[in-house]
């Protein structure tokens, strides 16, 4: 047992990715699972009242589906469907048979099969972000993103190895032309990482299609394949309040014909587009949630599907979104009991509303990752790199994530209370008024006994500011550039860069010609 | 229940201490408690072992008290006393006498009994910090502190009104003869708060009788009734590992005897001063503990006692301590089921070995608190102000950690899901597509309806930029200064404050003349 346990945290150690030395220390990668029951705040006539009230607004308000295909595929369900409003009502029986034998556990297959992963039950996986349109680093501030910026982000998602899933290529190239740039961020993102994907952009069917299609190059299978073994997580957006736009439902229904795990999230920030109080967002999210399983079930029944939390709030004073505040907890907190309730994965954030990698930003992410991992959210989207709102990407941050989400990880491994490390023969070696450092327990654990950070600077002041007196942030900026030096592009057959270049080529003529 | 609800909502915003208007928005002065069942990672199984190992080490290996006074004391009590070696050994069912009908819960009186605590079972007591040596301000940087710094503190302590108690003067002031600045440093905590106090200094009978009896002015009540209604929180630590020496048994014994709540923290850094793994390390200070715990019941059976946490451990490359780390927050969720099993209170602390006030001081605190508030730490000693492994007292840091703290005390109010929060009225005024910002349902509540916090910017980018691109820790600069703007002297008779101020002449004149 002491000797399983003492190879595992080796294990754990100064590894870097695919293991080549590096100057960054940081764990392995490794599936990270949360061992202890999950943080409950509502009890279970709290969580049924909460599933009950959004069968209601179902039944009685209704959700627009401004999608011809939607409604179709929900008549067909046995939807009430009413063709002039676009207002589509559920019954409590059909909401049951559609959220009735879904998946609660299934695989993503990444193209190094060593970083494939279980999503569902108590599994962990940490996914960058994705979305922001601002890039910033300390050296350059803060800008409009471009493809060398999200060539930049993939490179380090790939680097960092707490980062179980690439998430979305993790901002927008403005440089590039929005009806094309879905193929670059694709590209990039399959070829310079061979950890799993969330595809960039599934605002049209087209794009979904695109992003299915070069997922399946990338992995070298047939399409039928693809759907038996799912590569991505893929996740839309429903308009709240009540709405689901055509964009976002061809995202949705692409993904499910094509057998890749998708979430249904509604953004609901509490005050805007949803009640003010976070019970009412919750029953909003909560109704959200089940139009959007309905319709992705209507398209491929069984197909897997997450509960998507995103439930905030506004700062009343100003608008603003707030994020990463005791609202946020606790709603993330409710809806992975909500997700038990349905047997489904839940997907949730790092957030952070700090327009600066700052002690903001790090509480705030605090708030946002313990409540994740407290109440097994099993997808933390966006967990690094988001700053501002989700309208920036940071380098630093990226970083300081990683650390924030490293910690969590090492905190989740047990401890092992048996005879050897409950340290009797130590005590009784050093003796009262002596000291461990030269003990043979210690000298025979020294180098796994500890976690050990990647940004955290634990020197004494004086070393400290020697060395430059850096705060975390400027620490941070130093890390991803020696990540950015050090890195090495994943093992890629030349053919299959080949047929995804020949893809985009194809797909931009085409997009030239015809507009999408 | 909605009217109390929002009643309950209205009362914990917009109130500065002492009612009065300020520039500052804080959540009022109130208790704290968490309703939630406390995390636990062990079994009882696994508690049960950790008790019994750390018997084994009282019974076999045996703890050093150089303190004839406690020997004596102990002798009494039945442990076996070895004059020659002062290693005194306690056999099981000792231990099990001892730990037999301790007090669970407790009262400590404030001089404003409004701050009265109530100190056990679910509630959270938050106390700023004591012990460091250096002061840190943006304005000044890191220097050696002085009695106007203590006397700033203080005042700052008092206008921060998530923190419940006034944790021990917040720092040492080196200006100040060492024999005599207990004297001003209680003369500031008692007159320039309103607040519960931890007695600044133990370290002799003499000091740890002076705060008494200071403490007993300011209270205006006798020794007895002070006995009675316990007003400070005091502490010691051991001299990890296994030795309890005269200052500190001094200490313990005097708060003991004079009926106020003691609490027995082991200084277990593992790899150093105790075994380098937790388990070992939460053996060894749990043997401490019953060892202090035995000397303080010698002294008065039934005293009220903590259970007294800070297990942490050295990094093993530098030797450096570390704090905030993913071990630190096992420690104290085990110390707190530890405590349970006794039926005692516990207190841990709020700690980050960062040197400057930036994302890693918040990240480290964070993993801090979290640990402490899901895992029902009673006390939570250096919540506000502890920066670089507590050799500083910053003020920035007392302002990122009443945010903390604020934000997690917010997050343990439950949620209500009554018809009016859940919000079905105002989902059908608003109807799918529409926005709630004008919504009669958002209008009734929106000054209440969120978490409002002190420190963190929520404006848009341009606005943060405009206002001069402020990081949270430059925030903290302006908000301390502001409160110590606003800070009035809570009221105190003129006749306590001269009693006070004639002990305080009286007692430096005889440490003149007789060195103590």
Redesign the interface.
């Known amino acids: 047992m002491t000797r399983t346990r003492t190879s595992s945290r080796r294990g754990r150690r100064n590894v870097s990715a695919d293991t080549k030395q590096s100057a960054i220390r940081q764990l392995p990668f490794r599936a990270v699972k949360n061992p202890?029951p999950p943080?409950?705040?509502?009890s279970a006539d709290?969580l049924e009242?909460?599933h009950l009230?959004s069968v209601?607004?179902l039944e009685?308000?209704?959700?627009?589906v401004q999608d011809a295909r939607s409604l179709n595929l929900l008549k067909g369900l046995g939807a009430d469907v009413d063709p002039e409003t676009e207002?589509v009502k559920f019954d409590r029986a059909l909401i049951d048979e559609v959220m009735t034998g879904l998946p609660s556990e299934f695989t993503i297959h990444a193209r190094n099969p060593e970083k494939t992963l279980t999503v569902g039950g108590n599994n962990l996986t940490f996914a960058t972000v994705c979305g922001p349109s601002f890039i910033s680093d300390l050296d350059h501030g803060?800008r409009a993103g471009t493809i060398e910026d999200v060539r930049n982000f993939v490179k380090l998602a790939h680097s960092l190895n707490i980062y179980h899933h690439e998430g979305g290529a993790g901002l927008e190239p403005l440089d590039l032309p929005p009806e094309s740039r879905h193929l670059d961020m694709m590209h990039a993102q399959l070829t310079l990482t061979d950890k799993a994907w969330h595809p960039c952009w599934l605002n049209s069917a087209k794009r979904a299609r695109d992003c299915i299609e070069m997922g399946r190059i990338a992995l070298g299978v047939s399409a039928e394949e693809m759907a038996e073994r799912p590569a991505f997580i893929a996740g839309i957006n429903t308009?709240s309040?009540?709405?689901l736009d055509s964009a976002m439902a061809d995202g949705l229904i692409e993904m499910a014909l094509a057998g890749q795990p998708v979430h249904v999230t509604p953004f609901t920030l509490?005050?805007?587009?949803?009640?003010?109080?976070?019970?009412?967002?919750l029953?909003?999210q909560n109704a959200e949630v089940l139009a959007g399983v309905a319709v992705a079930q209507a398209a491929r029944k069984g197909c897997p599907v997450f509960y998507g939390h995103f439930t905030s709030?506004v700062?009343?004073?100003?608008?603003?979104?707030?994020f990463g505040?005791?609202?946020y907890?606790?709603s993330v907190m409710?809806s992975a009991q909500l997700a038990r309730r349905y047997g489904i994965p839940i997907r949730s954030s790092n957030t952070t509303?700090?327009?600066?990698?700052?002690?903001?930003?790090?509480?705030?992410?605090?708030?946002s990752c313990?409540?994740c991992v407290?109440s097994h959210v099993n997808v933390m989207m966006h967990a690094g790199g988001w700053l501002?709102g989700g309208?920036?990407c940071s380098f630093e941050k990226l970083i300081?994530d990683a650390?924030?989400l490293q910690?969590?990880s090492?905190?989740l491994?047990?401890?092992?209370?048996?005879e050897d490390?409950?340290?009797?023969d130590?005590?009784?070696e050093?003796?009262?008024?002596?000291?461990?450092?030269g003990?043979a327990?210690?000298l025979s654990?020294?180098?796994t006994?500890?976690?050990?950070?990647i940004?955290?600077?634990?020197?004494?002041?004086e070393a400290?500011?020697e060395d430059g007196?850096r705060?975390?942030?400027e620490r941070?900026n130093r890390i991803w550039k020696t990540l950015l030096e050090e890195y090495e592009q994943p093992s890629i057959d030349p053919a299959v860069v080949e047929e995804l270049d020949e893809y985009v080529t194809k797909r931009k003529e085409e997009i030239v010609a015809n507009g999408e």
């Open positions: 202890y943080f409950q705040i509502v709290e009242a909460i009230a209601r607004v009685e308000i209704g959700v627009k207002i803060r308009n309040p009540l709405v509490a005050g805007a587009m949803s009640p003010a109080t976070i019970e009412g967002s029953v909003q709030n700062d009343m004073r100003s608008g603003s979104p707030a505040t005791p609202e907890a606790k409710v509303a700090s327009p600066v990698v700052d002690a903001q930003a790090a509480y705030e992410s605090d708030m313990w409540s407290l501002e309208l920036v300081l650390e924030i910690s969590l090492a905190m491994d047990p401890l092992v209370f048996n490390n409950m340290g009797f130590a005590m009784t050093v003796g009262p008024g002596g000291h461990f450092f003990a327990h210690t654990r020294y180098k006994a500890f976690y050990e950070p940004l955290s600077d634990w020197r004494n002041f400290w500011k007196a705060t975390a942030t941070a």
